[in-house]
């Protein structure tokens, strides 16, 4: 991305003081991008369902992670989302696939979260995924706004070609 396409460290809501580490600049508002997870937590899951397979520290650890994730997406909304200045959507960004594969695992939790707090959650895989679509989306802009400008020179060739036969 150029730099005028993105921010880091930005705060969305002036005066707040609350920063989101990435927002991405689209033409309908920003995209804040939040990196949110403690490992603690994963590496309790991680501990209990070792060699010695604790169930009930398992079943613990799960609501755990599942608790924070809603936890974590609900103050993405309350923090960076802000009608005017987002697009009305997050995402929370979660830096491992076993990870993400664990939080899979928990029930329906991405589409609860995005139900009721408008969050994505997104691993590294579908955080590249998505960035690759809205770069995507920018070059084509740009490919449309240089063809308008194109077709914009080429009408002015062509009534110059006109006025050439004309005199000639």
Avoid: W
């Avoid at 799960?62 to 923090?79: C, G, L, Y």
Wanted: charged share 30%; aromatic share 8%.
């Amino acid at each position: 991305f150029s730099p005028d396409k993105f921010e880091t460290n930005c705060e969305i809501i002036p005066g707040t003081g609350k920063t989101v580490e990435f927002a991405l600049k689209l033409p309908e508002g920003l995209v804040p991008i939040d990196a949110k997870f403690p490992s603690g937590l994963y590496d309790n899951y991680i501990e209990a369902s070792g060699k010695k397979r604790n169930k009930a520290a398992v079943n613990t650890a799960i609501k755990e992670i599942r608790r924070h994730v809603i936890s974590d997406a609900k103050d993405i909304k309350e923090k960076y989302m802000q009608v005017g200045i987002t697009i009305g959507l997050g995402v929370m960004y979660i830096p491992s696939e076993s990870l993400m594969q664990l939080i899979d695992s928990i029930g329906d939790i991405r589409r609860e979260v995005f139900r009721d707090s408008r969050v994505l959650i997104m691993g590294p895989n579908s955080l590249a995924a998505f960035l690759i679509s809205i770069l995507m989306g920018f070059k084509n802009l740009t490919l449309n706004e240089r063809a308008e400008e194109i077709l914009g020179e080429i009408g002015k060739m062509r009534k110059e070609f006109e006025k050439f036969g004309d005199s000639t």
